[in-house]
């Protein structure tokens, strides 16, 4: 079995060796199953196996610092093998140290791809261990292995951002920066987004197009996400709109995350999906809101919320998509406006009250006249409604040029 991990470890070298970029990452994956099985079968009981002098004297290329990082990835695969997840934890960490040193020296950006490894391996492994002591229910114990990936990793971003003067190592930084948003979004302390945003934007950095496609689209998802927690609805359309137009097609699953936050936000700021985009890309929860949108109808959005409130309640977005009642109320006192001009056209721009209150409650709202006055006063000071209430004749007095302002004039749909 010893032999196993020899040729093993012999790969590794010689993908150093040749500076195989692609292959020395796949080879340090935690989930590599070549890499595992190695690993499991030479650390069997039968087998005497000095693990630290086999990576010295098989992994000799580089310098001398890969047996220090492939003893530490295997001790972490060892660990993980065994369920020690706090010594997988240590040792993986030990890996990304060692390997860093040699990041920061070396000449060339091959090493940019097994440091991108390494650093998800770190990430992958800290999650691991926090869920294990979670359900350990220790009161000694704290799930701090994530939070401390955190603050290990903004080390190497300032590593990365200084690059040693090579531009092409400095292409590291937004992948760093990624995992970092990832880590702050789990523990939910987004505050911590906004100084490495700032310097993303910074002239120290590289221009941002010049960042490898997937991590400009990863970055912008995050950037949108938080920019729609934040109330910054146009930053957040914008932003998630760059990562919807580069997502490379393939990428369903990305595609359909991205939309689960692009989809509020363009409601929101009143443009409708396409027909057929909701289907495609499974986002069922969103179709009674849509079509809540579409018709005025105010019911089927309350349904609709409390329907997928969980899924909602997961993206984040419930509270966002409550802020479309307004937009609803407003199509369906359009309708009602339209009736009202075929009934009464010489006082078209006069609506009774009272007939919006009939209009709610057809559509299964039941409210008294303050309330239809209240709703209709803050349409009219969103600049949603353009016109004025008498409150004494209980009526709403509206623009003879354009009462009813288009929010957007546009659908939106799939750019691939």
């Known amino acids: 079995m010893g032999s196993s991990l020899q040729a093993y470890l012999a790969e590794v070298n010689r993908a150093v060796s040749q500076q195989n970029s692609q292959a020395l990452s796949q080879l ?20 005497r196996v000095n693990l630290g002098q086999m990576c010295e004297n098989i992994v000799s290329a580089g310098d001398g610092f890969m047996p220090e990082v492939m003893l530490a990835f295997c001790q ?28 920061k020296q070396a000449a060339s950006a091959w090493v940019c791809g097994p440091l991108f490894t390494l650093i998800w391996n770190m990430r992958v492994v800290a999650a691991m261990a926090d869920k294990h002591t979670q359900l350990k229910r220790n009161p000694n114990e704290r799930p701090d292995k994530l939070k401390d990936v ?3 990793l903004m080390k190497v971003f300032r590593d990365t951002l200084q690059g040693a003067g090579n531009r092409e190592k400095k292409r590291a930084t937004l992948y760093v920066v990624t995992q970092l948003f990832k880590i702050y979004f789990s523990l939910n302390t987004l505050q911590l987004c906004k100084n490495l945003i700032k310097a993303v934007e910074s002239p120290q950095v590289i221009p941002f197009e010049n960042f490898p496609v ?54 929101l700021l009143g443009s409708l999906p396409r027909a057929g985009l909701l289907e495609q890309h499974q986002l069922p929860e969103y179709v009674p809101v849509v079509q809540a949108m579409r018709t005025g109808n105010v019911r089927l959005l309350d349904e609709a919320l409390e329907t997928h409130q969980e899924a909602f309640f997961r993206t984040g977005t419930y509270l966002v998509l409550e802020r479309l009642r307004p937009s609803v109320h407003r199509t ?31 559509v299964g709202v039941e409210i008294d ?12 000071h969103r600049k949603y409604v353009k016109g004025y209430i008498s409150h004494t004749k ?14 957007c004039n546009a659908t939106f749909a799939d750019p691939t």
């Open 214 to 267: 997937s991590h400009r689209v990863t970055y912008k998802f995050y950037v949108g996400s938080l920019s729609l927690f934040n109330e910054e609805f146009q930053r957040a359309e914008q932003e998630l709109s760059y990562a919807l137009q580069h997502c490379h097609k393939a990428s369903v699953a990305n595609k359909r995350l991205i939309l689960q936050y692009l989809v509020p936000v363009k409601l």
């Open 394 to 407: 209980k009526i709403a007095v509206l623009s003879k040029a354009d009462a009813f302002p288009k929010l």
């Open 150 to 152: 955190g603050n290990k």
């Open 76 to 103: 972490c695969l060892c660990a993980l093998q065994q369920k020690r997840f706090p010594d997988a934890y240590t040792s993986i960490c030990s890996a990304v140290s060692g390997f860093v040193k040699e990041y």
């Open 28 to 47: 340090i994956r935690v989930d590599s199953l070549k890499a595992k099985n190695a690993v499991a079968g030479a650390l069997q009981p039968s087998n």
């Open 332 to 362: 369906l006192f359009k309708k009602i406006s339209l009736i009202n001009k075929e009934l009464n056209p010489t006082k078209a721009h006069q609506l009774p009250l009272e007939l919006l209150q009939v209009g709610l409650k057809c």
């Open 369 to 380: 006249i303050e309330e239809v006055e209240c709703i209709l006063a803050n349409l009219i």
